[in-house]
């Protein structure tokens, strides 16, 4: 088995390493172009917002004036778009995880998106459809505590609903209707 010779043999160090660097020196339109190829594979797998890919680009290395810059030829060429990601966004959270406005809003603004796209995109949710996100949530969740007493029921539904962000009225009301369906069981279960 043939040993690789090392770069630099020990028996010559003068401890001048400034022949030997590491990773040579990029041009700035190399380092730039490098930083978008990592930006454009992370869009490749999950959407981002114009605030988020900023905070990639400048952790990447790019300065705040080359992420701006970056950023607009992104949104030009159709890679960002923050509306339309709140858009989405909305609709996943509602109607799959159950969260209210509040629980969305907070998530929305945590990804960078601005404040008048969160309105905006929020605006299609009203208070019947937050309280049958609610009432569904809790439907399904107090199928899955039926080993427990009513009390216990109703502690952990109305937690369940407070967590992801409902107001107190909405997990009263819904928490009262999902007990009504409740099914009863007599005596003691044993597993």
């Not at 040993?3 to 390493?17: C, K, L, M, Y």
């Not at 400034?18 to 930083?35: K, M, Y």
């Not at 399904?140 to 080993?147: E, H, T, W």
């Not at 539904?157 to 009262?176: H, Y």
């Amino acid at each position: 088995m043939r040993s690789v010779p090392s770069r630099r043999s020990a028996a010559f160090d003068d401890g001048d390493d400034d022949d030997f660097d590491d990773e040579p020196q990029l041009s700035d339109e190399e380092r730039l172009a490098r930083v978008s190829d990592t930006v454009v594979r992370a869009l490749g797998r999950r959407q981002l917002s114009a605030g988020e890919t900023q905070a990639l680009l400048e952790a990447q290395g790019a300065s705040s004036d080359e992420a701006e810059t970056l950023v607009a030829r992104y949104e030009e060429l159709g890679y960002l778009n923050d509306a339309a990601l709140a858009e989405t966004l909305v609709e996943r959270m509602s109607d799959r995880d159950h969260k209210s406005r509040g629980a969305i809003a907070r998530e929305l603004s945590a990804r960078k998106i601005p404040g008048e796209l969160v309105t905006a995109a929020l605006e299609g949710l009203d208070d019947d459809h937050e309280f049958s996100l609610a009432l569904d949530a809790a439907t399904k969740r107090v199928g899955q505590l039926s080993a427990y007493d009513d009390q216990t029921v109703e502690r952990r539904l109305m937690g369940f609903l407070t967590r992801r962000g409902f107001n107190s009225t909405i997990v009263r009301e819904a928490t009262r209707r999902a007990l009504a369906t409740r099914k009863r069981f007599g005596g003691p279960r044993f597993r």
